[in-house]
């Protein structure tokens, strides 16, 4: 029941009829017609008018909107049906079938492509290969078998001239694993002749029209369907259909499904061969029959892959067995040759077809499955079966192919009615009996054993002599002329309508088809000579032998009389009602609006009728009989508890059922419904009207219940998310601290007792949050590494240390070299080994300034070179104690020349060279300026020692000590200012003062 669309689209649900009656029900169909709505429901069967115009309710937009929607969510519509077919299967494993009837034109083969369109798109969504190509297969079958099994007919420009049923397997996860195609009847005489307005199958006119001129010339074609007797009819009919273009469609899916480029070549070949075969004439010119253009058969043959005499022999004659093992070749009269020439044309179509077919099946039949490892193996099967008919002329086609239409009635009836009627009972309601048309009469008057009119054709086809259409006639009329839906002239000797002799006419369940007996005997039969068989079984084309493997039997051996072509047919179709009957069943009821292929007219007349003969009516009235709707208890309090207290929003009675009473008392419904065991079933549409208004007001309401709740839901799950990220970065940011120390403590375990206390340990790369606490514990490192290298330093050596240190903080980096990986001696001139002859003297001139001014300690003494007032270069010495700057002359046993007070000096300048220039800043302006002289060794450097033990001292006192390093010494002499400058000689042997135009220079020997 769908009731989603207001009524100004008319009822959606014919159920919801308020009076069941034909004017109603064509009123509401009209209305809905016209507003574009094409499907209606009649409860879970879909009525479809024919829009004949192309209309917005397909694609993949509206296929999203009926994906895993219940029917009566949306409105009706084809895909809602292939959804509850596709839902049974695969919720419940159950084979379903989709059955879709109609009369030619009324849209059947378009409803089978929408709905296969529709499985495809809904399934397999993890896009694997093997699915999609099987979708693909299935898809595209449908353009090759329109081709080769379409034809326009005055009904339909692309009526289906055969039946089709095409299972769909799916596995377990509800994807397509494969399918199958059962075809039914070709309709074969159509390769001969064609009513006027209609044309033989599209394949031919699609070759004609739309291969390329080298494949026409190769198969000896000419682009003009009039030149070949079996299309010449209709090569003047128009149609709808784009043969060209549908020639490359059809190309391309062959391609798609997998039929070989050889194959696709036979395929062109046979078509071929079919054109020219009907243009084969024979004539009689003398005793036996010729043909009249031989070259004709020449093609043939070679488009067949046979010999030209074998070919012409089966042409003419036909072998015949003797008796005995031997053979005869008997000749035919030219009207024989004709027949078995059409009859042969029709076998290669009809062959062809079942070929492709079978081809198609190969391609995606299902492979490899195992029920254990892929679980129970379901099938939808769609129903595409030529419609209802009735032509000018009808003949044995439109008897088989009305038959089959009235089997498919009675199987409607017949599952619909059970199904019914299974319900109440299943549910211990009281079923009302609806009295409706039931053709299980018109199916016995057909398929009766002995008595039908099958039986009694393929009797007379079985008698021996010549038994003429007419003789077949006779036996029905007499045995059939009681029966109330038969008659015939003879029976009715003033229907003038009946030609004597030739016409019967059956009442069908859809309406009175006459028929004319012309052909029935011959069709039935469907004569074809062993002797073509045998010719293109032993072709060399392989395709073309795989269609005739029935040719291998020997002219001599003994077969089974095949069964009959209506016989054939019958069985078919009985086994496919069986099949059908089986599964689960889902119908589409086509209606044709009007017999001109128009949008506009909704013609009454027709539309009435074909309302009657589908029994629809009926089929409204079955399902409100008692109870129009039904729905299992769960379902309905889903649908409808919002609309009471005491199941919004869950009930909390101990069963469903007592819950849906609760409600159905409260809305005051109690005599409206009765309760089965699993379902609730409601008596009238209103009541369902009434409660989804109420539905439909509370609706909103939950709407915006459910989105604060869902609001809410979001809002607490990215908090909770949020909440997981950072527990997540926090954790991690732990570990990655307890990583690093880890890893700090493994690399610096040992450095204790490593010789460099660990300075060749490298730090791993610290984490962000860890950067300031590297730096830290690198400037704690490099302490306590200090610490253990200064505590390892002899006491003795402590002061040296100190005046290097003192040193390089005045001289790194602005002096190259200042001497700080020799051993700093200080006291030099006390040093036997610099000073051997007077380190004596010196020793004795220390001790008596010590016994004078009482010094502490000597803190540098060295033989210096200077330059005197004079500007002569003299050689002194000097010695330096912790309290006095003293200038000695050492050829006068060390005689003081000049004492300075420590106190008085205030800086001290060296050069940045090698040279031993040191000049100290007195605070009286007259500056000494010595060069260190006569060292042991010679290439001595003691300007840093001197540097470092004065400025150590200088810290240890706490004065002030200026340290400067230039290549240019600024000097005060006696409060005037000069420059000295050096300057290297590699020919001095000693270094020595000159005089400079604003100074002095050293002369210093490059070593
Ligand atoms: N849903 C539809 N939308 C638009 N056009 C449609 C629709 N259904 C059918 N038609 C039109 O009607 C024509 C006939 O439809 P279709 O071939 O499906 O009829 P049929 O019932 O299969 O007839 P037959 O029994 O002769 O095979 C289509 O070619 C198309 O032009
Ligand atoms: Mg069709």
Not at 208 to 234: H, M
Request: proline share 4%; glycine share 6%.
């Amino acid at each position: 029941m769908a009731e989603l669309e207001g009524l100004e689209f008319g009822k959606s649900d014919f159920v919801l009829l308020d009076e069941v009656t034909m004017e109603e029900f064509l009123a509401n169909l009209k209305l809905r017609f016209e507003k574009g709505r094409i499907y209606t429901y009649i409860g879970e069967v879909v009525v479809s008018v024919n829009p004949y115009r192309g209309t917005e309710l397909y694609g993949r937009d509206v296929i999203e909107q009926y994906r895993g929607r219940e029917l009566y969510e949306r409105p009706p519509h084809l895909y809602a049906v292939a959804d509850a077919a596709y839902k049974a299967m695969k919720r419940r494993a159950k084979d379903t079938c989709i059955v879709i009837s109609g009369e030619s034109g009324a849209g059947k083969t378009e409803a089978s492509k929408y709905i296969m369109q529709y499985i495809a798109a809904i399934t397999n969504p993890s896009q694997r290969a093997e699915v999609e190509r099987v979708k693909d297969v299935l898809l595209k079958s449908n353009c090759v078998l329109e081709a080769f099994g379409n034809a326009k007919t005055s009904r339909n420009d692309n009526s289906s001239r055969f039946g089709k049923y095409m299972d769909i397997n799916f596995d377990f996860k509800g994807d397509p694993t494969g399918g199958h195609i059962h075809n039914y009847l070709l309709e074969k005489s159509r390769i001969l002749q064609q009513q006027p307005g209609e044309r033989n199958f599209h394949s031919f006119y699609q070759l004609l029209l739309g291969a390329s001129d080298t494949l026409l010339n190769s198969l000896r074609l000419t682009r003009d369907a009039a030149a070949y007797r079996y299309t010449q009819e209709s090569a003047g009919t128009s149609s709808m259909n784009n043969d060209k273009s549908n020639y490359k469609a059809v190309a391309d899916a062959m391609q798609v499904i997998g039929f070989s480029p050889e194959e696709v070549d036979s395929v062109h070949r046979i078509l071929a061969t079919i054109l020219h075969l009907g243009n084969v004439h024979f004539v009689m010119p003398g005793e036996a029959v010729e043909v009249e253009d031989m070259a004709l058969v020449s093609h043939v043959a070679t488009l067949t892959a046979t010999e030209p005499e074998k070919l012409l022999q089966a042409l003419l004659y036909r072998t015949v067995a003797a008796g005995g093992g031997e053979v005869i070749a008997k000749g035919h009269s030219a009207t024989e040759a004709s027949y078995a020439r059409d009859a042969c044309a029709k076998a290669i179509y009809e062959r062809l077809f079942c070929w492709i077919v079978g081809r198609i099946n190969a391609v995606i039949e299902v492979q490899n499955y195992d029920p254990r490892l892929h679980g129970k193996n379901t099938v939808i099967g769609v129903l595409d079966i030529y419609g209802f008919e009735i032509f000018d002329r009808n003949s044995f086609e439109q008897f088989c192919i009305n038959y089959c239409n009235e089997k498919l009635q009675q199987l409607f009836i017949e599952l619909i009615l059970r199904q019914e009627q299974d319900e109440y009972q299943r549910e211990g309601i009281k079923w009302q009996h609806i009295e409706y048309f039931n053709n299980q009469i018109i199916v016995d008057l057909v398929e009766q054993p002995h008595k039908g009119i099958i039986s009694l054709l393929d009797e007379a086809c079985l008698t021996a002599g010549t038994v003429t259409d007419a003789l077949f006639l006779n036996s029905m009329d007499s045995r059939l002329g009681r029966h109330p839906h038969y008659t015939s002239r003879k029976l009715c000797p003033t229907d003038k309508t009946l030609e004597f002799g030739r016409d019967f006419r059956i009442r069908h369940y859809a309406g009175d088809v006459t028929y004319s007996v012309e052909g029935f005997i011959d069709k039935n039969k469907d004569t074809l000579f062993q002797d073509f068989k045998r010719l293109l079984y032993n072709s060399a084309d392989p395709v073309v032998r795989a269609m005739w493997l029935d040719g291998e039997a020997s002219i001599t051996e003994v077969t089974k009389r095949p069964l009959t072509a209506a016989t054939f047919f019958k069985n078919s179709i009985v086994a496919l009602v069986e099949n059908l009957a089986s599964k689960e069943p889902y119908y589409v009821r086509c209606i044709k609006p009007n017999d001109h292929k128009s949008p506009m007219d909704f013609d009454e007349e027709r539309c009435r009728h074909q309302v009657a003969y589908l029994g629809l009516l009926e089929n409204v009235r079955v399902r409100r009989a008692g109870f129009a709707s039904r729905q299992p208890y769960g379902r309905f309090l889903l649908r409808y508890k919002m609309t009471c207290e005491y199941t919004w929003p869950n009930h909390l009675m101990a069963t469903d059922q007592e819950a849906t009473q609760a409600l159905v008392d409260q809305h005051g419904l109690q005599g409206e419904v009765a309760y089965g065991r699993s379902k609730l079933f409601i008596r009238t549409p209103r009541t369902l009207v009434a409660l989804e208004k109420q539905r439909a007001q509370l609706v909103p309401i939950i709407v915006l219940l459910l989105q604060k709740a869902w609001r809410g839901a979001l809002a607490r799950r990215r908090c909770r998310q949020l909440r997981a990220i950072y527990t997540i970065m926090d954790h991690y940011r732990r570990h990655k601290v307890r990583a690093y120390l880890r890893e700090l403590c493994r690399r610096f375990q040992g450095v204790r007792t490593m010789p460099d206390y660990g300075r060749s340990v490298t730090w791993p790369p610290p984490p962000a949050v860890l950067a300031r606490f590297q730096d830290h514990s690198q400037q704690l490192f490099r302490r306590w590494r200090a610490r253990q290298i200064v505590k390892n330093i002899p006491p003795s050596d402590m002061a040296q240390i100190k005046a290097k240190v003192a040193a390089m903080g005045a001289l790194h980096g602005l002096r190259p070299d200042w001497g700080c990986q020799r051993s700093w001696a200080r006291d030099y001139l006390s040093s036997e080994v610099e000073n051997p002859t007077l380190a004596l003297q010196f020793a004795r001139r220390v001790q008596a300034l010590r016994d004078k001014v009482h010094f502490g300690f000597v803190l540098f003494s060295c033989h210096v070179r200077k330059i005197n007032r004079c500007n002569k270069s003299r050689d002194r010495a000097i010695l330096l104690t912790d309290q006095h700057l003293y200038k000695l002359e050492p050829r006068k046993q060390y005689r003081v020349m000049r004492s300075l007070p420590l106190s008085t000096v205030t800086g001290v300048s060296v050069t940045n060279r090698q040279d031993q220039l040191v000049v100290f800043h007195t605070c009286s302006h007259n500056d000494l300026v010595v060069c260190f002289h006569k060292m042991q060794p010679a290439g001595d450097n003691r300007v840093g020692e001197l540097v470092g033990v004065l400025a150590d001292h200088c810290k240890a006192t706490r004065r002030e000590l200026e340290v400067r390093v230039s290549d240019c010494i600024q000097i005060s002499l006696r409060g005037k200012k000069r420059l000295v400058a050096v300057q290297t000689r590699p020919d001095a042997a000693v270094p020595d003062f000159g005089k400079s135009r604003n100074g002095f220079v050293l002369y210093w020997p490059q070593s």
